[in-house]
């Protein structure tokens, strides 16, 4: 071996020896700092709540156990245009409604003469039953002689699920007979049968079968209420909603000429349930009144949730927007509602509590606060009222909190008047409500930044994002880190609506879905779980650095025209830039269905749509505008049906577009409304009263310049609005659990990529070894009946400090709870 090594040979050998360099620790996308040492805002303990509407079949056929459609044969062409009073039913006999009636509340009956027999074959598929399950059977009867009856549990086919039970009908005067069946075997396609073997005439009413197995033995299904009640909510909001403030508000009686669509009066809901009138449902079907007012607070007391009826205004909502100016009916629901704190708080020995105990609840519910009114487009009627009942409310039970609202949009002119209104006066509560697109509430995680910390507090009271995708999840999720934020402003927050009969939905989304006999969690079920299972006693003040957003983008795209039940002439419609250039011309040469409804043709130089019924009748220009600068000039002509025009504007596709939106909701509102991948998920992002009338001649225009549209109708600003906001897609809040001696941090990651971390607590100590609970999958997702693909998953996560670096999986969010040492 050589005694010398060359210069090199040695530095080789000195670099093989050396240790590697240190590989750069990969830069965090996103830091969050936390300030442990300061006091954020208090959350309150009703800060998330469910609101409760009977829409998408919530109450009959859904959270209320009865499994007998239209039981008391009361449903009529006036709850929904296929009804008749034998809805659900198969018989022999006929309906009548004459002086032989149960009572002069429940007014309808089926009478059989001589031998035969009625047959209901329940919701959805049928009678769900369960093997070995009993169910309590009830009828209501009369007959002129002796009347056997024999009550039988079967499939469509004949065979029996259980052994029937045999009842004799003695008396010609109303009486209750009673029974219990035992299922020999499982389907949800059962049949109830009531067969009469007698000779006279036999009348019937309130056919009921109810599982004895319900919710705490209170008449309500037992997975639908287990599914609420496992959300921990603070509160409970019942029973609406568009129930609370449209139809008639007089009362069910001969002086009124019984009313069958009116808003739901809490006395119309208590006390026996063969009392309680029935009612035609707002959204397009009849309702029972069998889950009342006392069912509803005995539900929030069962759950552990604060109850908080919503009482009408006398001022309708949801299109209606009609004020009923009736002093001394004003005066009467005033009185009813004074009359509603007493039943659900006076004592046994009151009026109203004495009817509470009657009803099994001598203990009162130990209400707190009342909201007034829903979502009224009338901002001067719908406030002078709700003066009245607070006024009324407070001189009598000053601890109660009434709680007012700001109309039915995020914004407009109608918000910013009744928000003015409720700072002025002092009101406690202001209920808001909006359901906008994933885009607006990534758009809008600051809204409550700037509130007013001493002006009344906020209760949002119905939202959500406009589909029923991981997606929408995600964007909820971003927006509630804000409402938890803001908690010293926020005090409540409720998603709506709570449930979704699958077979009969008038709305989505939705956040429990059911059928007969099963039911499942929508994503938007699971996220709102984990927020209302983690919420803490504190927010700890935190910030976050770093990260990507999207910037907005111009408007660009396809124009159009639509109309929505309406009929309308549009004519002279050009599209110019800025320079003069013409880019469509007025021929509608080349224009195409977007919506495919509606019946358009061109007629004497105008574009013309004549269907009345139809709505979303969009119809586009073959031009793609790619021009950031335009304007755009039609004149429009109504002539005929409900509404007004649709002028729609940067159409993509069929769910992507801008649209100016005249004599909308019953030609009583207008809007800019933005659809966002959907044409069900618009949102507004203008809001003002208008009408349209019809006959006349209306001269539009609508400019363009890049994000910034301004509205100009007969020669004047209409109004304007600059869709310029930056969508962030990550979002984090941290709270303090003081019971459990824990801090959780809350991030949301809805963006397509992960995020690389960094948390520092701000020097607090915590335990190396933590709790991690995570929602993930793909945002297109959804839960259905066969498959729940987005669960969350809890596992143990070491490595913590009060310095950390954790990556967030893209389409997430992640509940870190830590010990504090």
């Not at 245009?81 to 009636?101: K, M, P, Q």
């Not at 309590?136 to 009347?147: G, L, N, T, Y």
């Not at 008449?219 to 568009?242: H, I, Q, S, T």
């Not at 406030?383 to 409310?393: G, P, S, T, V, Y």
Request: proline share 5%; with cysteine; glycine share 10%.
């Amino acid at each position: 071996m050589a005694r010398f090594r060359t210069v090199g040979a040695l530095i080789a050998l000195l670099v093989a020896a050396a240790p590697p360099a240190a590989v750069a620790a990969p830069t965090p996308d996103y830091t969050i700092t936390v300030n442990s040492s300061a006091n954020g805002p208090a959350i309150d303990d009703k800060m998330y709540g469910v609101f409760f509407e009977d829409i998408n079949y919530a109450a009959d056929g859904g959270l209320y156990a009865e499994l007998v459609r239209n039981r008391s044969f009361e449903f009529q062409a006036a709850d929904n245009r296929a009804y008749t009073g034998l809805t659900g039913w198969t018989t022999t006999g006929t309906t009548v409604n004459d002086d032989f009636r149960l009572n002069e509340r429940n007014r309808t009956y089926l009478q059989l003469t001589g031998p035969g027999s009625v047959t209901n074959a329940g919701y959805n598929s049928g009678v769900a039953v369960t093997r070995n399950a009993a169910y309590d059977f009830s009828i209501w009867a009369r007959s002129d002689s002796a009347s056997p009856l024999t009550i039988s549990l079967t499939r469509a086919d004949g065979t029996a699920l259980a052994t029937p039970i045999k009842i004799n009908v003695k008396s010609n005067t109303w009486s209750r007979y009673a029974g219990s069946l035992r299922a020999t075997s499982t389907s949800d396609a059962g049949r109830l049968t009531v067969s009469s073997g007698g000779s006279g005439t036999l009348r019937l009413d309130m056919v009921s079968l109810i599982p004895r197995d319900t919710y705490k033995g209170h008449g309500l299904r037992k997975d639908l209420a287990e599914k609420v009640a496992a959300l921990r909510p603070g509160f409970v909001r019942f029973p609406g909603g568009c129930l609370v403030n449209t139809g008639s508000h007089y009362a069910y009686d001969a002086a009124s000429n019984f009313p069958r669509a009116r808003s739901y009066q809490w006395k119309d809901t208590v006390g026996p349930v063969e009392t309680r009138p029935a009612n035609a449902n707002f959204w397009g079907y009849n309702q029972s009144y069998g889950l009342g007012y006392y069912e509803y607070f005995q539900f929030s007391e069962d759950i552990g949730a604060a109850p908080l009826p919503v009482v009408p205004a006398l001022v309708t909502g949801c299109g209606q927007n009609r004020a009923t100016d009736d002093p001394a009916l004003l005066q009467r629901h005033i009185q009813d509602t004074l009359d509603l704190i007493e039943f659900a708080n006076g004592p046994a020995t009151s009026t109203w509590g004495k009817l509470r105990a009657q009803m099994g609840h001598p203990k009162p519910f130990g209400l707190t606060m009342v909201a007034v009114g829903n979502e009224e487009n009338l901002p001067e009627e719908y406030f002078a009222n709700f003066l009245k009942f607070r006024d009324a409310i407070k001189a009598k039970y000053p601890a109660i909190t009434v709680i007012s609202n700001s109309g039915p949009d995020d914004m407009g002119v109608t918000f910013d008047n009744l928000w003015a209104k409720n700072r002025a006066a002092g009101t406690d509560m202001v209920d808001e409500h909006y359901y906008n697109s994933p885009n607006w509430f990534l758009q809008n995680n600051e809204r409550y930044d700037a509130y007013d910390r001493s002006g009344p507090k906020v209760f949002l009271g119905e939202y959500a994002s406009q589909d029923a995708k991981f997606s929408n999840s995600l964007a909820e999720a971003a927006y509630m880190t804000g409402l938890e934020r803001n908690a010293d402003v926020v005090k409540m927050a409720s998603y709506a609506p709570l449930f979704a009969n699958i077979d009969n939905v008038q709305w989505r989304p939705d956040l429990i879905w059911f059928d007969n006999d099963e039911s499942w969690g929508s994503t938007s079920y699971q996220m709102q779980k984990l927020f209302m299972t983690n919420v803490g006693d504190r927010v700890v003040p935190s910030s976050v650095t770093g990260g990507r957003v999207v910037q907005p983008q111009p408007i660009t795209g396809r124009v159009g025209l639509s109309t929505w039940r309406t009929a309308a002439r549009y004519s002279d419609f050009q599209v110019t830039a800025t320079d003069g250039t013409v880019l469509v011309d007025g021929t509608f040469d080349g224009w195409t269905p977007v919506a495919g409804r509606g019946n358009w043709a061109v007629t004497g130089g105008a574009y013309a749509q004549t269907d009345v019924a139809a709505e979303n009748t969009m119809v586009a220009a073959a031009t793609n505008i790619t021009a950031t600068d335009y304007d755009i000039s039609v004149k429009a002509t109504k002539t005929a049906g409900d509404e007004g025009f649709l002028i729609p504007f940067g159409i993509k596709d069929s769910g992507t577009w801008y649209w100016w939106n005249l004599g909308g909701w019953n030609n009583t509102q207008g809007a800019i409304e933005k659809a966002t991948g959907s044409a069900a998920a618009k949102e507004q992002l203008l809001t003002r009263p208008d009408t349209v009338t019809t006959g006349q001649t209306y001269d539009l225009r609508i400019q363009v310049r890049g994000t910034k549209v301004t509205l100009i109708r007969d020669g004047e600003v209409w109004g304007s609005f600059d869709d310029n906001a930056v969508t962030e897609p990550f979002a984090q809040v941290v709270t303090r659990d003081a019971r459990a001696g824990e801090l959780i941090v809350k991030v949301v990651n809805a963006s397509a990529e992960p995020a690389l971390t960094k948390v520092d607590l701000g020097g607090l100590r915590v335990a190396p070894t933590g709790r991690m609970t995570v929602l993930v999958g793909d945002p297109g997702e959804q839960n259905t009946r066969s498959a729940e693909p987005i669960l969350p998953v809890t596992s143990t996560v070491r490595g913590l400090g009060s310095t950390f670096t954790r990556e967030f999986p893209a389409g997430s969010v992640t509940f870190l709870r830590l010990e504090i040492r």
